[in-house]
């Protein structure tokens, strides 16, 4: 590949052989010209200076008699706080643009009402904390404790941390770890499966809470970024890309979510961690992501804004207020059909062993040994099954029962009282 200046020194292209010509004029014709060129340069000269003497007068004539005297102030380089501002429009009446709506320069980056990565990460990293918890799991019929970790997000001063759901379903020990170092115990004030949300506390003063944005604001396209605890061991990491998608249906592990879709870096252990806008705050709790293995910047968070009044219900009850309640206490069973010697077939339910005394079971007439088949027309074939169904309902809506009693089969229809857990 060849090279070559953007500007390149022009080049001589006359010969330098050329030998000057000797002068074609005498003396006499040199001397005739330079009388005319002095004559011709008196008269314009008299004639310039009588113009300019008149175009003086007359201006002087129709000048007003005293002009006001206008200065030019510079402008200062730094925006002007916002209070000053409107205090400073509402005095003089200006209908001009402020000074704190234009784009200035100050101290290596351009102010234009939002902030850089490194100021986001400046604001928004002392509220995100990380998250490490214990959890008994089966192995070969032993029960071992299993570690896991997660982030959270601050919401108050005083130690009440955001964070998901399923990072601290089941746990026996939970560890929080501030941006500073400091770890402390916590402790679940309450749970909400159907959105993944939880909210645990900490015995702490003077935290820095998160600064809660507007998820319904967002846009496709905007600058985002996650701070979180990947691994459950580079807490504090922060991660940044843009919002790809609004309002995204996905189901994760069964339950059906409206998330925001964002192509930041998100990885085991970001679950509950924050991804926050432009201007620093929160917008959404991150929660999910894209787990094929041919799937890159597929991440997922919950909308601040779907989650604020069942975030405010955790803090304030410690359970959301208007969930079904049902009021049993049920079994897994399996019933067997025999079609022949070596035929049969089993079907997985729930079987009632206890109701609770007026609850809503009660009401609708539901007893003791009766078989939990379906509600409406989605199969209960275990515990779990019948508590993630009736999660999906609010106190006062109205469902149809199957279940089979004496042999038979019979419907129902139950209306949910309200959970509140005892305390």
Not at 121 to 149: H, M, T
Not at 173 to 185: A, F, G, H
């Amino acid at each position: 590949m060849e090279y070559s200046y953007m500007n390149q020194n022009p080049q001589n292209s006359g010969n330098k052989n050329k030998k000057k010509e000797k002068p074609q004029f005498g003396a006499a014709v040199l001397i005739s010209c330079v009388i005319m060129a002095t004559v011709i340069g008196l008269f314009a000269g008299v004639l310039l200076t009588n113009r300019y003497l008149i175009t003086r007068e007359t201006a002087a004539l129709t000048a007003p008699e005293s002009a006001p005297v206008v200065q030019t102030v510079p402008s200062t380089a730094v925006p002007a706080p916002a209070e000053a501002q409107q205090k400073e429009e509402e005095t003089s009446g200006s209908a001009e643009p402020a000074a704190a709506s234009k784009v200035t320069a100050s101290e290596g980056f351009v102010y234009d009402g939002m902030y850089t990565r490194a100021q986001i990460c400046e604001i928004a990293a002392p509220s995100v904390v990380g998250i490490d918890i214990l959890s008994p799991v089966s192995y070969w019929g032993q029960i071992y404790e299993a570690e896991g970790s997660g982030s959270g997000v601050v919401l108050t001063e005083d130690g009440y941390i955001a964070t998901c759901a399923h990072v601290v379903e089941n746990a026996t020990s939970i560890k929080v770890t501030l941006n500073d170092d400091t770890q402390y115990e916590a402790t679940i004030v309450g749970t909400d499966k159907r959105n993944d949300i939880a909210i645990i506390k900490i015995d702490a003063q003077s935290l820095t809470p998160a600064q809660i944005g507007d998820s319904d604001m967002l846009t496709v396209g905007e600058d985002v970024i996650a701070i979180g605890n990947p691994l459950g061991e580079l807490r504090g990491t922060a991660t940044s890309g843009i919002i790809s998608a609004l309002r995204r249906p996905v189901t994760v592990e069964g339950v059906e979510m409206e998330l925001v879709q964002t192509d930041a870096a998100i990885s085991p252990g970001n679950s509950g961690g924050g991804l926050f806008s432009s201007s620093g705050r929160l917008i959404g709790i991150v929660n999910a992501k894209a787990s094929g293995s041919n799937a890159e910047g597929l991440g997922f968070a919950i909308p601040i804004n779907n989650v604020l009044t069942e975030i405010n219900d955790l803090l304030n009850y410690g359970y959301i207020k208007g969930r079904a309640y049902l009021g049993v206490y049920t079994q897994n069973v399996s019933l067997r059909s025999d079609y022949g010697y070596w035929r049969y077939s089993t079907t997985s339910c729930v079987q009632v062993a206890d109701i609770v005394a007026d609850s809503a079971a009660e009401q609708a007439g539901l007893k003791v040994g009766d078989l939990i088949l379906k509600v409406n027309d989605i199969q209960v074939s275990s515990n779990s099954d019948l508590s993630d169904i009736i999660e999906s309902f609010n106190a006062g809506d109205t469902a149809t029962l199957t279940i089979q009693r004496d042999g038979q089969q019979i419907q129902i229809q139950v209306t949910f009282g309200e959970y509140v857990p005892k305390q």
